[in-house]
């Protein structure tokens, strides 16, 4: 009797000791709950690394252009030998053109990468009717594709996407092809220059930026101070996005370029980051066409002259955003004001 009513007590306590269906369901809810919970912030830390790398790739290419002004008494231009100012009169024909991040491989590491870029060879060809590249010798420009379809990791920023190996234009209609593009642009912030800014349909500016097609700047011609100039600013893979070139070749510039207009005018406005072009209609294809921008939430990262990297946020003033970009403009800039 007594071992009877021992089995049946311990066959009850095994039949209750399982989970039911409801409490399965339960904790299945709670693991996907915190899962859900879990995977924003897992996501956020890894775009804090990616963008801490960015900064990274930003104070490496200011280490360069300081150590390349130490050498040559100024920076170096964004992009040499173009050929033109717009590619409505780039002139047909290939080119030598080439960009300061080229020139800046030296003092990055890359010296074995600046030896075997041959700068006397044309970069791109632009031989065919009225500019147009000409398939039939795109080939003559190829001395240099080993070098330009090189992958530089400081010239991408982790945030974007993996950038091909594509034909992609250099300057004007000038064609390259087997070549990388860059996250990152050298500020040209106005046409400063008198046939330049004629030909591109812009007036005169009075001051203008870092850096101008053509241009060395030295620390000595940046009176605003250099911790007040942007000097690079970052340029996503974007549909038709002028501002995504080459580090190697012409294409390299991006920001307010050709802004020399009241702040209250369209145009004043139409640059700043992650920004669409003001274009007329039937141009959407185009319209992030300059702008700078980038992946990360909130803004962009930004090279400024004294080598410092910070975030510019995207609801930064028009005002404020034009101060940045002038090297003698006299503008007295808040820190707080971005």
């Known amino acids: 009797m007594i071992r ?16 039911t269906l409801i409490e399965l369901l339960v904790v299945i809810a709670i693991i996907a709950v915190l899962i859900a919970l879990l995977l924003p912030a897992v996501q956020a ?57 080229t020139m800046m491989l030296g003092q990055m590491e890359q ?24 398939t039939l010798l795109i080939g003559s420009c190829y001395a240099n594709s080993t070098v330009v379809g090189a992958k530089i990791s400081t010239f991408q920023c982790p945030s974007d996407e993996e950038m091909p190996v594509e034909n992609v234009p250099a300057a004007g209609n000038y064609m390259r092809i087997n070549a990388r593009r860059s996250n990152y642009k050298f500020c040209v912030s106005q046409y400063s220059d008198s046939t330049c800014a004629a030909s591109a349909g812009f007036p005169v500016a009075t001051v203008r930026g870092m850096f101008f097609s053509d241009l060395s700047t030295g620390l000595n011609n940046i009176t605003d101070g250099s911790s007040n100039t942007v000097a690079i600013g970052e340029a996503p893979q974007r549909t038709y996005s002028v501002n995504w070139g080459t580090w190697w070749g012409a ?80 503008e007295v800039i808040s820190s707080d004001s971005y």
């Not at 290419?61 to 231009?77: K, L, R, S």
């Not at 990468?113 to 006397?120: H, I, K, L, V």
Request: proline share 6%; net charge positive; aromatic share 10%.
């Open 4 to 19: 009877s009513r021992i089995r049946h007590s311990a066959r009850r306590r095994a039949s209750g000791a399982g989970f």
């Open 45 to 101: 830390a890894r775009e804090a690394a990616r963008r801490s790398q960015c900064v990274n790739n930003m104070k490496q290419m200011g280490i360069a252009m300081h150590n390349y002004h130490d050498v040559q008494g100024a920076f170096p231009p964004p992009r040499l030998n173009t050929g033109s100012c717009t590619s409505k009169n780039a002139p047909i024909g290939q080119v030598l053109n080439t960009t300061g991040f």
């Open 111 to 134: 010296t074995a990468m600046y030896n075997a870029y041959n700068f006397s060879q044309p970069s791109a060809d632009g031989t065919g009717v009225n500019g147009s590249p000409n």
């Open 251 to 330: 294409g390299n510039h991006t920001s307010v370029h050709g802004i020399v207009v009241p702040p209250t005018s369209a145009g004043y406005t139409r640059y700043l980051p992650n920004g669409k072009y003001e274009l007329p209609a039937n141009t959407e294809k185009l319209q992030y066409a300059w702008a700078m921008g980038s992946k990360h939430s909130g803004g962009i990262n930004m090279l400024f002259g004294d080598g410092s990297v910070r975030f510019i946020k995207n609801s930064i003033s028009p005002v404020t955003w034009y101060a940045l970009q002038t090297i003698a403009g006299g």
